[in-house]
């Protein structure tokens, strides 16, 4: 039977895109309905005491949400894996920096209309994005970022690995994320991380 898989990513966290690629390896080997859905790392953050580098990063981190948002809303969530995927290539892979050329260009390589590049400059769509980022993150708590995934009734931040696990080592990695993560009462399994993220 198959089993759907609800991602919360935000474009700006090399992370989440570690997780989604994870997941899309582990929906090849087992049967999983992988959707994605939107949070904000600028919304998870607001009000909190944050270094000038970071609150940067989370000005710039806004755009690509709110076209994402924008998108969904014109077209269904299914267009939020196609377009997510679009920019993080541009981002993690290409190491484009330019926020308005990884819209543009995702936007055209998807099919979709130029014109939603203009919600990531409004707070036009600021209540969808909001509402999106709460239905993802309110279940696993306030002390976890992206991603943030939700299977049936368990929701959980994670798991941080790189590079991706590919082939049966994704669906592996499933099986134990979720054995663990289904467990009643379970709240915590981490370690320090000693690299950065390896997009190979």
């Known amino acids: ?24 390896e582990a929906a090849e ?39 994402l948002i ?11 894996g196609p377009l997510y995927s679009a920019m993080g290539r541009r981002r993690h892979i290409a190491g484009v920096t330019d926020e308005h050329a990884i819209i543009a260009e995702s936007l055209a390589e998807v099919g979709l209309e130029e014109d939603l590049a203009e919600a990531g400059s409004v707070t036009t ?13 309110d279940p696993v708590g306030e002390e976890v970022g992206t991603p943030v995934i939700h299977v049936g009734d368990v929701a959980f931040f994670g798991p941080v690995v790189t590079p991706a696990p590919k082939g049966e080592a994704a669906g592996r990695l499933f099986d134990g994320v979720l054995a ?13 991380r000693t690299k950065g993220p390896d997009f190979s």
């Not at 898989?5 to 895109?17: G, Q, S």
């Not at 080997?29 to 859905?37: E, I, K, M, T």
């Open 1 to 24: 039977m198959t089993q759907t898989v609800d991602l919360w990513v935000d474009p700006a966290c090399p992370w989440a895109w570690m997780t989604s690629r994870w997941l899309l």
């Open 29 to 67: 080997v087992r049967d999983l309905d992988v959707r994605f859905h939107v949070m904000s790392l600028s919304v998870l953050n607001e009000g909190r005491d944050l270094s000038d580098d970071y609150v940067q990063f989370l000005s710039r981190a806004w755009a690509p949400v709110r076209v």
């Open 70 to 80: 924008a998108a969904e809303a014109r077209h269904g969530n299914d267009i939020v």
């Open 125 to 137: 769509f600021d209540g969808l994005l909001r509402e999106s980022h709460h239905r993802g993150m």
């Open 180 to 192: 663990v993560a289904g467990t009643p009462g379970f709240f915590e399994l981490k370690r320090s």
